[in-house]
């Protein structure tokens, strides 16, 4: 069975039962719970959760987005069908908006029309600054006991121009007996919708990067702060508890990576995602949320 699953249903559940109730800049008040770590042994198991389904073709090409095309442009993402990272999107004229559900404006910043329709300076933009991706590659395949392997997406420099500093905000790396193991830190952990998201793009580049640099994948360890659920997700998370209860999960699916391609940043990145797929994905069906802005 989907070891993924009861971790995360456990985990669901701390919340509910420990957490404690606070506002945050959203209006939307969380449940939280401080700080939670998580293991995952991916020569086990590959974690996607079951119980509920998770869009792993949208997962994996925002990841991409990410750490091969190295980009900050939403219309990347939409080109390929992808929405997730729609309402953190600068407008056409370089401002910022947040609505009400009434379609007021909340809030508003002004960028500047350079930065018209990307998320400003984060995530794929500071990977491409600092060439993150090249350099972890070049150190894994001739540096392997480096002790320095670090991918560090929080840049003090760029944080107030950017829409949404990064909440997985750092990994560092370590090869052990031909391995390649990853630690991930997250800032804000939003488990109803991101933590699944999460965990999936992050286990499918370990898996990836030890591909292209003859390793295996290892371990994936995770640390979290401010581990919490919104309010508005609490009857869904409830539904998908009940589903387990009643229904149990399913058994993971297994990754599949084309064996043809030998660089990462020829992976095929397409709405079809040609080169990742995942075989036997049986789950409960969606459970929908809302995303809190």
Known sequence: MAKWDREYLKLCKK??????????RTGVDTIKLPYYSLEFNL???FPILTTKFVAFKSAVIEMLWFYQMQSNDVRDLEA???KVWNEWKIDE????R???EDGSIKSLKNFGKEWAYTIGTAYGYIVKKYQ????????LKNNPEDRRMIMNLWQDEYLDTAVLPSCVWNSMWDVTEGKLNCIVTQRST?????????VTQYAVLVHLLAHVTGLKPGMLYWSAKD????????????EQIKKYEELGDFEAPTLWINPEVKDFFQFDNSKELKDIKLKDYQHHGKIKMKVSV
């Open 43 to 45: 020569e086990e198991e």
């Open 227 to 238: 581990v919490h659920l919104y309010v508005n997700q609490i009857d869904a998370i409830k």
């Open 80 to 82: 390929r069908g992808v």
């Open 93 to 96: 004229d370089g401002v910022y």
């Open 98 to 100: 947040v609505y009400n």
């Open 190 to 198: 939003d488990v109803g919708l991101g933590l699944p998201f999460n």
């Open 15 to 24: 919340i509910l039962e420990e957490g404690k109730q606070v506002h945050n």
């Open 132 to 139: 993150l991706t090249q350099k972890l590659i070049d150190k």
